[in-house]
């Protein structure tokens, strides 16, 4: 059974910083990609940062210069390390992994809040 768990989020006034933290439990036998993903109400969940299991990342345009993400396969965990935080930040992150245990799958944490308001 997988199950991803998240840490990190709350209310952080704008220009301020927080860190998401996933720590994915399971038998994988190999990480492909971990990410993190946002979505507010009435909109399609986004991809915010992805990392591959070789290290290589990409991030939404939005958050270039401003987030960093990391990760640690042999954990099976990731960070997000979000700076200089707006209000258009606001949104439930859910922590991502694309992985095999016996087949390819894709596996989703429960999400954490991130309000960014004064």
């Known amino acids: 059974q997988v199950r991803l768990v998240e840490s990190g989020g709350g209310l952080v006034q704008p220009g301020g910083s927080l860190r998401l933290s996933c720590i994915a439990s399971?038998?994988?036998?190999?990480?492909?990609?971990m990410g993190w993903y946002r979505q507010v109400p009435g909109k399609q969940r986004e991809l915010v940062a992805s990392?591959?299991?070789?290290?290589?990342?990409n991030y939404a345009q939005s958050v270039k210069g401003r987030f960093t993400i990391s990760g640690d396969n042999g954990k099976s965990t990731v960070y997000l390390q979000m700076n200089s935080l707006k209000p258009e930040d606001t949104a439930v992150y859910y922590c991502?992994?694309?992985?095999?245990?016996?087949?390819?799958?894709?596996?989703w944490g429960q999400g954490t809040q991130v309000t960014v308001s004064s």
């Open positions: 399971g038998r994988f036998a190999s990480i492909n990609r």
């Open positions: 990392i591959t299991g070789a290290g290589d990342t």
């Open positions: 991502h992994i694309e992985a095999r245990i016996n087949l390819v799958a894709e596996y």
